[in-house]
């Protein structure tokens, strides 16, 4: 059992490590705080080929494995939540969804482009009334003639409003229930596609969340992404991979929180002595390193039998589940270790605890990890 990293995937946190600390790190609170999304990093992650890390050359990608791809996300969301989520939905659900179910002729003409951070990618599965019932999906897909015309709303979706890319998921047989939906590709400025910024979040304020809205809205027949009533089954296996970026997100905002909590604890002094000779802060310290820990490897884990072509369903459930829990923990201990000043904005801890949160939520609550580790564990 090797739980060394490879040079290669060395160079790729380090690279990151650096690009977060210099273009990132100065300019978050700003962001947070004004709700801006920030254009020109995300085009500067597109030039280093960390948009398209897990895609093949070939398709303008850097030939990563997911290993390396979980690293990035970590150390980016290590100082933002927020750009931690762009590069990880963009990547894992939008792009992967067309990597991983197009045709070649689909790859060469959207996935190139995504690949090399020449566009942006938003994924649309979730509605007003089908969240964690993603069963419950009502936006339709209907063939006319050579062309699909979709209707419908998606909600909660990240880059809906700044997108180039979409990937809806729309009913093609109701009857059908879940095995009655598929995927399409549409692109930005087709005529019926409308977004509505969704602002003021509680969280990763500086990434983009929307409302979209399909009125007819009219794409050719080969934008159909994969075979007909099978967009649910295809979107299943996207989650997976989905997922670990998640957890790699939550563990690198719950690493920030612990690095400011241990270096705050070390120069505030109370009682004529730094508060981290207090054992009160010293368990605390203790508990938030442990557990993150303990989520990284299942992080890793899951990452790594990705890489082997195996199948993640429960092993990236599992490291969702935890690492978004212990995050939270984690940020809401090293708050407290601030005392009032963690309150305030001009520390980052309270910033590290509101982006966890949303770890709990996205690509499926605990709750629903929960049912998903359960329904693995009893072969259902």
């Known amino acids: 059992m090797d739980f060394q990293l490879t040079d290669e995937q060395r160079m790729t946190q380090q690279l990151a490590r650096e690009f977060a600390a210099k273009e990132i790190a100065p300019y978050a609170a700003q962001w947070d705080e004004s709700c801006e999304f920030p254009w020109e990093t995300i085009r500067n992650l597109g030039d280093l080929n960390l948009l398209g890390a897990i895609f093949p050359q070939a398709y303008g990608g850097a030939g990563l494995d997911y290993v390396s791809y979980a690293l990035v996300i970590e150390e980016l969301s290590r100082v933002d939540g927020s750009i931690g989520l762009i590069v990880a939905s963009h990547t894992s659900l939008c792009s992967n969804h067309i990597y991983t179910a197009g045709t070649e002729a689909q790859r060469g003409r959207f996935l190139t482009p995504l690949a090399r951070g020449q566009k942006l990618g938003a994924w649309g599965l979730t509605e007003p009334n089908a969240g964690s019932d993603a069963s419950g999906t009502q936006t339709s897909a209907t063939l006319d003639g050579d062309a699909w015309l979709l209707s419908g709303s998606k909600i909660f979706i990240t880059q809906g409003s700044v997108a180039d890319v979409y990937v809806i998921m729309a009913v093609t047989a109701k009857s059908q229930k879940q095995h009655g939906i598929s995927a399409f590709i549409v692109e930005r400025g087709t005529p019926g596609?409308?977004?509505?910024?969704?602002?003021?979040?509680?969280?990763?304020?500086?990434?983009?969340?929307?409302?979209?809205?399909?009125?007819?809205?009219?794409?050719?027949?080969?934008?159909?992404?994969?075979?007909?009533?099978?967009?649910?089954?295809?979107?299943?296996?996207?989650?997976?991979?989905?997922?670990?970026?998640?957890?790699?997100?939550?563990?690198?905002?719950?690493?920030?929180?612990?690095?400011?909590?241990?270096?705050?604890?070390?120069?505030?002094?109370?009682?004529?002595?730094?508060?981290?000779?207090?054992?009160?802060?010293?368990?605390?310290?203790?508990?938030?390193?442990?557990?993150?820990?303990?989520?990284?490897?299942?992080?890793?884990?899951?990452?790594?039998?990705?890489?082997?072509?195996?199948?993640?369903?429960?092993?990236?459930?599992?490291?969702?589940?935890?690492?978004?829990?212990?995050?939270?923990?984690?940020?809401?201990?090293?708050?407290?270790?601030?005392?009032?000043?963690?309150?305030?904005k001009d520390y980052p801890v309270e910033r590290y605890l509101r982006d966890a949160k949303i770890c709990e939520i996205g690509e499926g609550t605990s709750e629903i990890q929960r049912l998903i580790i359960a329904r693995q564990l009893l072969g259902r």
Not at 236 to 252: E, F, N
Not at 258 to 263: G, K
Request: a neutral charge; hydrophobic letters at 45%.
């Open 193 to 344: 596609l409308s977004a509505t910024p969704m602002k003021n979040k509680f969280g990763v304020r500086a990434s983009d969340t929307a409302q979209l809205t399909l009125d007819q809205v009219r794409i050719p027949k080969e934008n159909l992404l994969g075979e007909v009533n099978q967009g649910f089954i295809d979107t299943l296996t996207i989650l997976d991979g989905g997922r670990i970026s998640i957890a790699a997100m939550a563990l690198g905002i719950g690493r920030g929180a612990l690095e400011e909590a241990l270096q705050y604890a070390q120069q505030r002094e109370q009682f004529g002595q730094p508060i981290a000779h207090f054992q009160a802060i010293q368990w605390k310290l203790a508990d938030m390193a442990t557990e993150l820990d303990a989520a990284r490897l299942l992080v890793l884990r899951a990452a790594w039998l990705k890489d082997q072509g195996l199948r993640v369903t429960k092993e990236s459930a599992m490291a969702k589940l935890y690492a978004s829990e212990a995050a939270t923990r984690a940020c809401n201990a090293a708050l407290q270790i601030h005392g009032g000043y963690g309150y305030m």
